[in-house]
């Protein structure tokens, strides 16, 4: 699937047997010759494997930021929020996220481990920094040419409440 950065590094893609990508010239050959990218569509009946490594770069790509800053917490007004039970009641539990800005707000005690997925399915193979408890944690998601909903996944001992 055919992202926006100017370059992309081997790193991001899992492998550093491939060489750094211009966006720019990759996009004038893919005009004239097409391109060996998945399509969205194809991408969905793709193996697991290549779902798993398409939300790894994709959340590398776009890029999927997070960030704690001091503070107090947003207000939740005129945003839709679940509350995730902590410990192995929220083990499986999965948040569907939209582009934009997401809030993760773990109860006070150890942070929580996030992870995301798109087209990966059983696991989230797009891992976030942890989410400190008792702060709030935003989660930025940039818009682009996929309607497919990315799915966050929250690991912690408390509670979390994450709103959208």
Same mark, same amino acid.
């Given at each position: 699937?055919?992202?926006?950065?100017?370059?992309?590094?081997?790193?991001?893609?899992?492998?550093?047997?491939?060489?750094?990508?211009?966006?720019?010239?990759?996009?004038?050959?893919?005009?004239?010759?097409?391109?060996?990218?998945?399509?969205?569509?194809?991408?969905?009946?793709?193996?697991?494997?290549?779902?798993?490594?398409?939300? !790894?770069? &994709?959340?590398?790509? @776009?890029?999927?930021?997070?960030?704690? $800053? #001091?503070?107090?917490?947003?207000? /939740?007004?005129? +945003?839709?929020?679940?509350?995730?039970?902590?410990?192995?009641?929220?083990?499986?539990?999965? !948040?569907? &996220?939209?582009?934009? @800005?997401?809030?993760?707000?773990?109860? $006070? #005690?150890?942070?929580?481990?996030? /992870?995301?997925? +798109?087209?990966?399915?059983?696991?989230?193979?797009?891992?976030?920094?942890?989410?400190?408890?008792?702060?709030?944690?935003?989660?930025?998601?940039?818009?682009?040419?996929?309607?497919?909903?990315?799915?966050?996944?929250?690991?912690?001992?408390?509670?979390?409440?994450?709103?959208?």
């Amino acid at each position: 699937m055919t992202t926006t950065p100017a370059s992309l590094a081997p790193d991001v893609a899992g492998t550093g047997s491939l060489a750094i990508v211009d966006v720019g010239p990759y996009l004038e050959v893919a005009r004239e010759n097409g391109t060996p990218a998945y399509s969205v569509e194809e991408l969905a009946r793709a193996p697991q494997v290549a779902r798993h490594q398409a939300d !790894v770069v &994709l959340a590398w790509a @776009l890029p999927v930021s997070t960030a704690t $800053p #001091g503070g107090g917490v947003v207000p /939740a007004a005129e +945003r839709r929020c679940v509350v995730l039970a902590g410990g192995g009641a929220s083990r499986y539990t999965e !948040v569907p &996220l939209s582009a934009g @800005l997401t809030t993760i707000e773990p109860a $006070p #005690g150890p942070s929580a481990d996030l /992870a995301l997925r +798109r087209f990966a399915e059983g696991e989230f193979p797009a891992l976030l920094d942890p989410a400190p408890g008792g702060a709030v944690t935003y989660l930025r998601i940039p818009r682009d040419l996929a309607a497919r909903p990315w799915h966050l996944h929250v690991e912690a001992s408390q509670r979390a409440r994450v709103c959208t």
